[in-house]
Protein backbone atom coordinates (compact mmCIF):
# COMPACT_ATOMS: atom_id res chain seq x y z
CA UNK A 1 0.00 0.00 0.00
CA UNK A 2 1.14 3.72 -0.43
CA UNK A 3 2.88 4.98 2.23
CA UNK A 4 3.60 8.71 3.69
CA UNK A 5 7.10 9.94 2.82
CA UNK A 6 9.20 10.33 5.69
CA UNK A 7 8.29 12.80 8.26
CA UNK A 8 10.44 15.76 8.91
CA UNK A 9 8.96 16.87 12.42
CA UNK A 10 11.37 19.73 13.96
CA UNK A 11 12.36 18.79 17.44
CA UNK A 12 11.02 21.38 20.60
CA UNK A 13 13.32 23.54 21.68
CA UNK A 14 15.03 22.60 25.05
CA UNK A 15 16.78 25.38 26.89
CA UNK A 16 20.54 25.43 26.64
CA UNK A 17 20.63 22.49 24.53
CA UNK A 18 22.88 22.00 21.33
CA UNK A 19 21.68 20.72 18.42
CA UNK A 20 23.12 17.23 18.17
CA UNK A 21 23.63 14.42 21.11
CA UNK A 22 26.80 13.27 22.99
CA UNK A 23 28.78 10.63 21.39
CA UNK A 24 28.55 12.03 17.49
CA UNK A 25 25.15 12.88 17.01
CA UNK A 26 22.32 11.04 15.30
CA UNK A 27 22.93 9.75 11.61
CA UNK A 28 21.47 12.25 8.96
CA UNK A 29 18.95 9.80 8.11
CA UNK A 30 17.33 9.24 11.10
CA UNK A 31 13.40 10.43 10.88
CA UNK A 32 11.21 7.72 10.96
CA UNK A 33 7.74 7.95 8.98
CA UNK A 34 4.69 9.03 9.92
CA UNK A 35 2.97 5.90 8.28
CA UNK A 36 0.37 4.74 10.46
CA UNK A 37 -3.06 5.64 10.64
CA UNK A 38 -5.98 6.60 12.91
CA UNK A 39 -7.19 3.03 12.62
CA UNK A 40 -3.93 1.71 13.02
CA UNK A 41 -3.21 2.78 16.15
CA UNK A 42 -6.69 2.80 17.32
CA UNK A 43 -6.97 -0.68 17.00
CA UNK A 44 -3.26 -1.45 18.77
CA UNK A 45 -4.72 0.77 21.15
CA UNK A 46 -7.26 -1.93 21.71
CA UNK A 47 -5.59 -5.56 21.26
CA UNK A 48 -2.62 -4.20 22.55
CA UNK A 49 -3.60 -5.51 25.96
CA UNK A 50 -4.86 -8.75 24.55
CA UNK A 51 -2.03 -11.40 24.80
CA UNK A 52 -1.72 -15.25 24.30
CA UNK A 53 -1.32 -15.29 28.09
CA UNK A 54 -4.90 -14.51 28.54
CA UNK A 55 -5.92 -17.15 26.30
CA UNK A 56 -3.41 -19.89 27.78
CA UNK A 57 -2.47 -18.96 31.11
CA UNK A 58 -5.55 -17.92 32.86
CA UNK A 59 -6.48 -21.75 33.56
CA UNK A 60 -3.49 -21.90 35.93
CA UNK A 61 -5.03 -18.85 37.48
CA UNK A 62 -7.95 -20.19 38.05
CA UNK A 63 -6.64 -23.25 39.56
CA UNK A 64 -4.67 -21.29 42.19
CA UNK A 65 -7.47 -19.16 43.24
CA UNK A 66 -10.74 -19.78 42.30
CA UNK A 67 -13.65 -17.31 41.25
CA UNK A 68 -11.23 -15.15 43.22
CA UNK A 69 -9.45 -14.70 40.38
CA UNK A 70 -11.05 -11.98 39.12
CA UNK A 71 -9.80 -9.93 41.98
CA UNK A 72 -6.08 -10.69 40.65
CA UNK A 73 -7.04 -9.48 37.38
CA UNK A 74 -8.58 -6.62 39.00
CA UNK A 75 -6.08 -5.67 41.01
CA UNK A 76 -3.06 -6.12 38.37
CA UNK A 77 -5.17 -4.30 35.71
CA UNK A 78 -5.51 -1.17 38.33
CA UNK A 79 -1.84 -0.75 38.21
CA UNK A 80 -2.19 -1.03 34.40
CA UNK A 81 -4.47 1.49 34.54
CA UNK A 82 -2.55 3.60 36.82
CA UNK A 83 1.20 3.20 35.33
CA UNK A 84 -0.40 3.91 31.88
CA UNK A 85 -2.18 6.96 32.99
CA UNK A 86 1.37 8.08 34.32
CA UNK A 87 3.20 7.46 30.78
CA UNK A 88 0.25 8.99 29.20
CA UNK A 89 0.81 12.16 30.69
CA UNK A 90 4.30 12.17 29.55
CA UNK A 91 3.65 10.72 26.24
CA UNK A 92 0.97 13.35 25.21
CA UNK A 93 3.09 15.95 26.35
CA UNK A 94 6.66 14.50 24.56
CA UNK A 95 5.46 11.89 21.93
CA UNK A 96 9.14 10.35 21.62
CA UNK A 97 10.77 7.21 19.64
CA UNK A 98 12.03 5.85 23.17
CA UNK A 99 9.12 6.99 25.35
CA UNK A 100 9.45 6.42 28.72
CA UNK A 101 13.24 5.17 28.28
CA UNK A 102 13.89 8.78 27.04
CA UNK A 103 11.44 10.05 29.83
CA UNK A 104 13.54 8.10 32.66
CA UNK A 105 16.74 9.41 30.79
CA UNK A 106 15.73 13.42 31.48
CA UNK A 107 13.61 12.57 34.93
CA UNK A 108 16.27 10.45 36.48
CA UNK A 109 19.51 10.68 34.26
CA UNK A 110 21.49 9.20 31.26
CA UNK A 111 22.03 6.31 33.49
CA UNK A 112 18.41 5.38 33.81
CA UNK A 113 17.29 6.16 29.89
CA UNK A 114 20.24 3.65 29.15
CA UNK A 115 19.71 0.98 31.41
CA UNK A 116 15.41 0.80 30.85
CA UNK A 117 16.44 1.15 27.21
CA UNK A 118 18.22 -2.15 26.86
CA UNK A 119 16.42 -3.98 29.53
CA UNK A 120 13.18 -3.10 27.76
CA UNK A 121 15.11 -4.61 24.71
CA UNK A 122 16.50 -7.45 25.70
CA UNK A 123 12.68 -8.19 27.32
CA UNK A 124 11.41 -8.41 23.83
CA UNK A 125 13.78 -9.78 22.16
CA UNK A 126 13.46 -12.93 24.75
CA UNK A 127 10.01 -12.88 23.74
CA UNK A 128 10.81 -13.16 20.25
CA UNK A 129 12.33 -16.29 20.91
CA UNK A 130 9.29 -17.65 23.18
CA UNK A 131 6.35 -16.60 20.74
CA UNK A 132 8.08 -17.77 17.72
CA UNK A 133 8.48 -21.32 19.49
CA UNK A 134 4.76 -21.11 20.58
CA UNK A 135 3.55 -20.44 17.09
CA UNK A 136 5.30 -23.37 15.51
CA UNK A 137 4.05 -25.67 17.76
CA UNK A 138 0.57 -24.60 16.60
CA UNK A 139 2.15 -24.90 13.22
CA UNK A 140 3.11 -27.97 13.05
CA UNK A 141 0.34 -29.66 14.67
CA UNK A 142 -1.51 -28.55 11.29
CA UNK A 143 1.06 -29.36 9.06
CA UNK A 144 3.09 -31.92 10.71
CA UNK A 145 5.55 -32.42 7.74
CA UNK A 146 7.31 -29.03 8.46
CA UNK A 147 9.31 -29.43 11.45
CA UNK A 148 8.58 -26.91 14.47
CA UNK A 149 11.94 -25.23 14.01
CA UNK A 150 11.43 -24.92 10.25
CA UNK A 151 8.12 -23.25 11.13
CA UNK A 152 9.51 -20.78 13.92
CA UNK A 153 12.01 -19.72 11.00
CA UNK A 154 9.83 -19.07 8.73
CA UNK A 155 7.39 -16.74 11.26
CA UNK A 156 10.14 -14.96 12.08
CA UNK A 157 10.98 -14.26 8.28
CA UNK A 158 7.82 -13.16 7.59
CA UNK A 159 7.17 -10.79 10.11
CA UNK A 160 10.76 -9.49 9.79
CA UNK A 161 9.92 -8.44 6.23
CA UNK A 162 7.03 -6.74 7.25
CA UNK A 163 8.71 -4.61 9.67
CA UNK A 164 11.42 -3.75 7.00
CA UNK A 165 8.92 -2.83 4.52
CA UNK A 166 7.48 0.32 6.06
CA UNK A 167 5.67 1.11 9.33
CA UNK A 168 2.41 1.13 7.40
CA UNK A 169 3.03 -2.22 6.43
CA UNK A 170 3.21 -3.19 10.06
CA UNK A 171 0.21 -1.07 11.01
CA UNK A 172 -1.42 -2.85 8.41
CA UNK A 173 -0.68 -6.88 9.94
CA UNK A 174 -1.12 -5.68 13.26
CA UNK A 175 -4.18 -4.50 12.68
CA UNK A 176 -5.76 -7.51 11.55
CA UNK A 177 -4.22 -9.63 14.11
CA UNK A 178 -5.45 -7.17 16.92
CA UNK A 179 -8.84 -7.09 15.33
CA UNK A 180 -9.23 -10.89 15.39
CA UNK A 181 -8.39 -10.82 18.77
CA UNK A 182 -10.87 -7.95 19.57
CA UNK A 183 -13.92 -9.56 17.44
CA UNK A 184 -12.76 -13.14 19.71
CA UNK A 185 -13.04 -11.88 22.97
CA UNK A 186 -16.18 -9.66 22.17
CA UNK A 187 -17.93 -12.62 20.51
CA UNK A 188 -17.19 -14.67 23.08
CA UNK A 189 -17.83 -12.44 26.22
CA UNK A 190 -21.67 -11.63 24.16
CA UNK A 191 -21.87 -15.89 23.66
CA UNK A 192 -21.20 -16.33 27.30
CA UNK A 193 -23.47 -13.29 28.43
CA UNK A 194 -26.24 -15.24 26.40
CA UNK A 195 -25.23 -18.99 27.83
CA UNK A 196 -25.06 -17.40 31.56
CA UNK A 197 -28.55 -15.69 31.05
CA UNK A 198 -29.96 -19.19 29.89
CA UNK A 199 -31.07 -18.26 25.92
CA UNK A 200 -28.22 -19.29 24.30
CA UNK A 201 -29.33 -22.67 22.02
CA UNK A 202 -27.22 -25.61 22.42
CA UNK A 203 -25.59 -24.57 25.69
CA UNK A 204 -27.74 -26.93 27.70
CA UNK A 205 -24.11 -28.11 29.61
CA UNK A 206 -23.52 -24.41 30.63
CA UNK A 207 -24.73 -22.82 34.26
CA UNK A 208 -27.00 -20.28 34.20
CA UNK A 209 -26.55 -17.16 36.69
CA UNK A 210 -23.69 -16.47 38.84
CA UNK A 211 -23.95 -19.39 41.47
CA UNK A 212 -20.47 -20.53 40.18
CA UNK A 213 -18.76 -17.90 41.50
CA UNK A 214 -20.07 -18.86 45.39
CA UNK A 215 -21.37 -22.46 45.01
CA UNK A 216 -17.82 -24.86 44.68
CA UNK A 217 -16.19 -23.83 48.68
CA UNK A 218 -17.17 -20.31 47.96
CA UNK A 219 -15.32 -17.12 46.03
CA UNK A 220 -12.24 -17.38 47.49
CA UNK A 221 -12.14 -21.45 48.27
CA UNK A 222 -8.48 -21.64 48.79
CA UNK A 223 -8.06 -18.40 51.00
CA UNK A 224 -7.66 -14.89 50.68
CA UNK A 225 -3.81 -15.03 50.18
CA UNK A 226 -4.47 -17.14 46.91
CA UNK A 227 -5.51 -13.59 45.46
CA UNK A 228 -1.84 -12.46 45.35
CA UNK A 229 -0.57 -15.84 44.03
CA UNK A 230 -2.80 -15.25 41.42
CA UNK A 231 -1.28 -11.71 41.13
CA UNK A 232 1.83 -13.74 40.13
CA UNK A 233 0.21 -15.84 37.88
CA UNK A 234 -1.36 -12.77 35.61
CA UNK A 235 0.65 -9.79 35.82
CA UNK A 236 2.81 -10.70 32.89
CA UNK A 237 0.46 -11.19 31.07
CA UNK A 238 -0.51 -7.54 30.64
CA UNK A 239 2.64 -6.85 29.30
CA UNK A 240 2.67 -4.76 25.78
CA UNK A 241 0.12 -2.33 26.77
CA UNK A 242 2.06 0.81 26.78
CA UNK A 243 3.24 -0.12 23.19
CA UNK A 244 0.91 2.41 21.76
CA UNK A 245 2.70 4.98 23.40
CA UNK A 246 5.79 3.90 21.22
CA UNK A 247 3.84 3.74 17.93
CA UNK A 248 2.03 6.64 18.54
CA UNK A 249 4.97 8.96 17.30
CA UNK A 250 4.58 7.76 14.11
CA UNK A 251 0.88 8.45 13.18
CA UNK A 252 -0.34 11.31 12.23
CA UNK A 253 -1.51 13.10 15.44
CA UNK A 254 0.71 11.75 18.21
CA UNK A 255 -0.69 13.66 21.09
CA UNK A 256 -4.08 12.36 19.82
CA UNK A 257 -3.46 9.01 19.71
CA UNK A 258 -1.74 9.14 22.77
CA UNK A 259 -4.33 10.98 25.04
CA UNK A 260 -7.73 8.33 23.21
CA UNK A 261 -5.71 5.13 24.54
CA UNK A 262 -4.86 6.74 27.59
CA UNK A 263 -8.21 7.50 28.29
CA UNK A 264 -9.52 4.01 27.39
CA UNK A 265 -8.06 1.92 28.82
CA UNK A 266 -9.42 1.24 31.88
CA UNK A 267 -12.31 0.04 29.79
CA UNK A 268 -9.87 -2.14 27.27
CA UNK A 269 -8.67 -3.70 30.86
CA UNK A 270 -12.15 -3.99 32.14
CA UNK A 271 -13.96 -6.07 29.10
CA UNK A 272 -11.30 -7.59 27.66
CA UNK A 273 -9.69 -9.12 30.90
CA UNK A 274 -12.26 -9.17 33.41
CA UNK A 275 -15.69 -9.51 31.01
CA UNK A 276 -13.69 -12.47 29.36
CA UNK A 277 -12.60 -14.31 32.68
CA UNK A 278 -16.24 -13.68 34.68
CA UNK A 279 -17.63 -15.35 31.60
CA UNK A 280 -15.25 -18.41 32.20
CA UNK A 281 -15.74 -18.28 36.06
CA UNK A 282 -19.75 -18.36 35.83
CA UNK A 283 -20.01 -20.64 33.04
CA UNK A 284 -17.85 -23.55 34.42
CA UNK A 285 -17.22 -24.34 37.94
CA UNK A 286 -13.81 -23.19 38.94
CA UNK A 287 -12.71 -26.64 39.53
CA UNK A 288 -13.70 -28.59 36.46
CA UNK A 289 -11.73 -30.76 35.23
CA UNK A 290 -11.83 -29.44 31.53
CA UNK A 291 -10.09 -26.10 32.83
CA UNK A 292 -7.25 -27.65 33.55
CA UNK A 293 -7.54 -30.27 30.58
CA UNK A 294 -8.62 -28.38 27.46
CA UNK A 295 -7.85 -24.78 28.75
CA UNK A 296 -10.06 -22.07 30.09
CA UNK A 297 -11.16 -20.88 27.03
CA UNK A 298 -11.79 -23.86 25.26
CA UNK A 299 -13.27 -25.42 28.12
CA UNK A 300 -15.85 -22.70 28.39
CA UNK A 301 -16.53 -22.65 24.84
CA UNK A 302 -16.95 -26.47 24.38
CA UNK A 303 -19.83 -26.13 27.54
CA UNK A 304 -21.40 -22.84 25.37
CA UNK A 305 -21.90 -25.67 22.23
CA UNK A 306 -19.77 -23.28 20.26
CA UNK A 307 -18.59 -26.23 17.66
CA UNK A 308 -14.48 -27.37 17.02
CA UNK A 309 -13.69 -24.74 20.38
CA UNK A 310 -10.39 -26.56 20.34
CA UNK A 311 -9.37 -25.13 16.52
CA UNK A 312 -10.83 -22.15 16.94
CA UNK A 313 -8.94 -21.61 19.78
CA UNK A 314 -5.90 -22.31 18.27
CA UNK A 315 -6.38 -19.98 15.28
CA UNK A 316 -6.79 -17.15 17.91
CA UNK A 317 -3.96 -18.07 19.88
CA UNK A 318 -1.70 -18.08 16.88
CA UNK A 319 -3.49 -14.78 15.86
CA UNK A 320 -2.19 -13.51 19.24
CA UNK A 321 1.41 -15.47 18.94
CA UNK A 322 2.19 -13.48 15.67
CA UNK A 323 0.82 -10.12 17.48
CA UNK A 324 3.29 -10.11 19.64
CA UNK A 325 5.71 -11.20 17.71
CA UNK A 326 5.08 -8.61 15.41
CA UNK A 327 4.69 -5.51 17.45
CA UNK A 328 7.33 -7.49 19.76
CA UNK A 329 9.82 -6.78 16.72
CA UNK A 330 8.64 -3.56 15.98
CA UNK A 331 8.64 -2.47 20.03
CA UNK A 332 12.53 -3.88 20.17
CA UNK A 333 13.34 -1.99 16.64
CA UNK A 334 12.46 1.03 17.97
CA UNK A 335 13.74 1.14 21.24
CA UNK A 336 17.12 -0.19 19.72
CA UNK A 337 16.61 3.35 17.39
CA UNK A 338 16.13 5.44 19.97
CA UNK A 339 19.07 4.19 21.75
CA UNK A 340 21.15 4.94 18.54
CA UNK A 341 20.12 8.63 18.12
CA UNK A 342 20.66 9.52 22.19
CA UNK A 343 24.32 7.70 21.27
CA UNK A 344 23.39 5.01 24.06
CA UNK A 345 23.66 2.19 21.04
CA UNK A 346 25.87 2.06 18.10
CA UNK A 347 25.24 5.08 15.38
CA UNK A 348 24.23 3.16 13.19
CA UNK A 349 20.99 1.62 15.31
CA UNK A 350 19.87 5.27 14.45
CA UNK A 351 19.70 5.32 10.37
CA UNK A 352 16.91 5.28 9.04
CA UNK A 353 16.15 3.84 5.28
CA UNK A 354 14.42 5.40 2.07
CA UNK A 355 11.17 4.24 3.48
CA UNK A 356 12.15 5.51 6.84
CA UNK A 357 12.60 2.02 8.31
CA UNK A 358 15.78 1.92 10.95
CA UNK A 359 16.61 -1.20 9.19
CA UNK A 360 19.44 -1.89 11.00
CA UNK A 361 17.77 -1.64 14.57
CA UNK A 362 15.17 -4.28 13.35
CA UNK A 363 18.04 -6.58 11.59
CA UNK A 364 19.94 -6.35 15.10
CA UNK A 365 17.19 -7.17 17.16
CA UNK A 366 15.77 -9.98 14.84
CA UNK A 367 19.12 -11.43 15.12
CA UNK A 368 19.25 -11.82 18.61
CA UNK A 369 15.76 -13.34 18.21
CA UNK A 370 17.17 -16.14 15.70
CA UNK A 371 19.61 -17.03 18.51
CA UNK A 372 17.26 -17.24 21.29
CA UNK A 373 15.52 -19.65 19.08
CA UNK A 374 18.61 -22.00 18.57
CA UNK A 375 18.74 -21.87 22.47
CA UNK A 376 15.55 -22.79 22.82
CA UNK A 377 16.27 -25.69 20.70
CA UNK A 378 19.60 -26.65 21.69
CA UNK A 379 19.77 -25.99 25.13
CA UNK A 380 16.16 -25.67 26.69
CA UNK A 381 16.59 -26.51 29.81
CA UNK A 382 19.65 -24.12 31.17
CA UNK A 383 20.22 -21.68 28.42
CA UNK A 384 16.75 -20.83 27.19
CA UNK A 385 15.95 -20.97 30.78
CA UNK A 386 18.41 -18.03 32.12
CA UNK A 387 17.34 -15.98 29.13
CA UNK A 388 13.63 -16.18 30.45
CA UNK A 389 14.05 -16.03 34.19
CA UNK A 390 16.47 -13.32 33.92
CA UNK A 391 13.91 -11.15 31.82
CA UNK A 392 10.81 -12.08 33.87
CA UNK A 393 10.54 -9.26 36.38
CA UNK A 394 12.15 -6.66 33.45
CA UNK A 395 7.65 -5.22 32.80
CA UNK A 396 7.93 -4.41 36.74
CA UNK A 397 10.87 -2.67 36.08
CA UNK A 398 9.89 -0.41 33.76
CA UNK A 399 6.39 0.09 35.31
CA UNK A 400 8.76 1.44 38.27
CA UNK A 401 10.71 3.57 36.01
CA UNK A 402 7.58 4.83 34.35
CA UNK A 403 6.59 6.26 37.90
CA UNK A 404 9.67 8.07 39.33
CA UNK A 405 9.68 9.35 35.95
CA UNK A 406 6.36 10.85 35.87
CA UNK A 407 6.96 12.45 40.06
CA UNK A 408 10.08 14.48 38.51
CA UNK A 409 8.45 15.26 34.82
CA UNK A 410 5.58 16.65 35.85
CA UNK A 411 7.26 19.58 37.19
CA UNK A 412 9.40 19.68 34.19
CA UNK A 413 6.21 19.76 31.66
CA UNK A 414 4.87 22.89 34.18
CA UNK A 415 7.92 24.53 33.83
CA UNK A 416 8.90 24.70 30.22
CA UNK A 417 5.64 23.73 28.32
CA UNK A 418 1.88 23.45 30.40
CA UNK A 419 -0.16 23.70 27.39
CA UNK A 420 0.91 21.00 26.84
CA UNK A 421 0.00 18.58 29.72
CA UNK A 422 -3.19 17.05 27.96
CA UNK A 423 -2.93 14.17 30.29
CA UNK A 424 -2.87 14.12 33.74
CA UNK A 425 -2.13 11.57 36.79
CA UNK A 426 -4.75 11.21 39.20
CA UNK A 427 -4.28 12.74 42.69
CA UNK A 428 -0.92 13.53 42.41
CA UNK A 429 1.73 12.56 43.58
CA UNK A 430 -0.39 10.68 45.78
CA UNK A 431 -1.88 7.64 43.74
CA UNK A 432 1.69 7.69 42.19
CA UNK A 433 3.54 6.80 45.37
CA UNK A 434 0.77 4.37 45.83
CA UNK A 435 1.42 2.42 42.51
CA UNK A 436 5.27 2.54 42.99
CA UNK A 437 4.33 0.96 46.69
CA UNK A 438 1.70 -1.63 44.95
CA UNK A 439 4.72 -2.88 42.03
CA UNK A 440 7.35 -2.66 45.08
CA UNK A 441 5.15 -5.22 46.67
CA UNK A 442 4.27 -7.45 44.16
CA UNK A 443 8.23 -7.58 43.39
CA UNK A 444 9.20 -8.88 47.15
CA UNK A 445 6.11 -10.98 46.92
CA UNK A 446 8.14 -12.99 44.34
CA UNK A 447 10.78 -13.78 46.82
CA UNK A 448 8.26 -16.16 48.62
CA UNK A 449 7.76 -17.94 45.17
CA UNK A 450 10.66 -20.86 45.06
CA UNK A 451 9.01 -22.99 43.16
CA UNK A 452 10.84 -23.78 39.48
CA UNK A 453 11.27 -21.40 37.27
CA UNK A 454 9.24 -19.21 39.74
CA UNK A 455 9.26 -15.41 41.08
CA UNK A 456 12.31 -15.75 43.66
CA UNK A 457 14.56 -16.98 40.56
CA UNK A 458 13.01 -14.41 38.62
CA UNK A 459 13.35 -11.46 40.00
CA UNK A 460 16.83 -12.49 41.78
CA UNK A 461 18.40 -13.41 37.65
CA UNK A 462 16.66 -9.81 36.72
CA UNK A 463 17.88 -8.22 39.73
CA UNK A 464 21.44 -9.44 38.58
CA UNK A 465 21.14 -8.28 34.68
CA UNK A 466 19.54 -4.94 35.65
CA UNK A 467 22.53 -4.25 38.04
CA UNK A 468 25.18 -5.59 35.23
CA UNK A 469 23.63 -2.90 32.95
CA UNK A 470 23.06 -0.25 35.44
CA UNK A 471 26.88 -0.76 36.20
CA UNK A 472 27.70 -0.50 32.33
CA UNK A 473 25.40 2.76 32.18
CA UNK A 474 27.58 4.29 35.62
CA UNK A 475 30.81 3.66 34.09
CA UNK A 476 30.34 4.99 30.69
CA UNK A 477 28.82 8.12 32.15
CA UNK A 478 31.27 8.75 33.80
CA UNK A 479 34.37 7.77 30.98
CA UNK A 480 32.26 9.60 28.48
CA UNK A 481 32.28 13.47 30.13
CA UNK A 482 36.23 13.13 29.46
CA UNK A 483 36.23 11.54 26.24
CA UNK A 484 33.83 14.06 24.86
CA UNK A 485 35.91 16.87 26.55
CA UNK A 486 38.72 15.64 24.62
CA UNK A 487 37.28 15.71 21.50
CA UNK A 488 35.94 18.97 21.62
CA UNK A 489 39.34 20.00 22.54
CA UNK A 490 40.86 18.46 19.81
CA UNK A 491 38.50 19.89 17.42
CA UNK A 492 38.45 23.37 19.02
CA UNK A 493 35.06 23.19 19.35
CA UNK A 494 33.59 26.00 21.57
CA UNK A 495 33.22 24.75 25.72
CA UNK A 496 29.70 25.23 26.83
CA UNK A 497 28.16 28.43 27.71
CA UNK A 498 28.97 29.95 31.08
CA UNK A 499 27.15 28.96 34.05
CA UNK A 500 26.04 25.55 32.53
CA UNK A 501 27.42 22.56 34.04
CA UNK A 502 28.59 19.53 31.92
CA UNK A 503 26.03 17.48 33.48
CA UNK A 504 23.00 20.18 32.26
CA UNK A 505 25.21 20.55 28.70
CA UNK A 506 25.04 16.89 28.65
CA UNK A 507 21.51 16.23 29.47
CA UNK A 508 20.02 18.74 27.26
CA UNK A 509 21.91 18.07 24.56
CA UNK A 510 20.42 14.31 25.02
CA UNK A 511 17.05 15.09 25.44
CA UNK A 512 17.13 17.54 22.63
CA UNK A 513 18.01 14.29 20.57
CA UNK A 514 15.81 12.58 21.83
CA UNK A 515 12.46 14.23 22.07
CA UNK A 516 13.53 15.47 18.25
CA UNK A 517 11.76 12.89 16.53
CA UNK A 518 8.08 12.99 17.07
CA UNK A 519 7.26 8.95 16.65
CA UNK A 520 6.88 7.23 19.92
CA UNK A 521 6.62 3.75 19.93
Known amino acids: ?19 EPPGGGAPPNSQLQSGLKNRHLSMIAVGGVIGAGLFVGSASGIAAVGPGILLSY ?21 PTSGSFSAYADRALGRWAGFSIGWLYWFFWVVV ?23 WALIVMFVLTATNLASVAS ?3 FEFWFAGIKVVAIAAFIILGSLAIAGVLPGSDGAATGFGNLTEHGGFLPNGPNAILNGVLLVVFSFMGSEIVTLAAGESENPRRAVTKATNSVIWRVGVFYLGSILVVVSVLPWDSKAIADKGSYVAAMDVMGIPHAGQVMNVIVLTAVLSCLNSGLYTASRMAFSLGQRADAPAAFARTNSRGVPQVAILASVVFGFVAVGFNYLWPETVFQFLLNSSGAVALFVWLAICFSQLRMRGIILRENPEKLLVRMWL ?7 TIGMISFVLVYMLTDDSEGGGRIQVLLSVLVAALVVAVALVRERVRPHAAGTTSHAAGTTPPAAGTTPHAAGTASHTAAEEGTTRAR
Open 1 to 19: MTTRPPASVAPPSVPGAPA
Open 74 to 94: ALVGLMVVLVMRMLGEMAAAN
Open 128 to 150: LAVEATAGAVILEGWVPSVPQWA
Open 170 to 172: FGE
Open 428 to 434: FPYLTWV
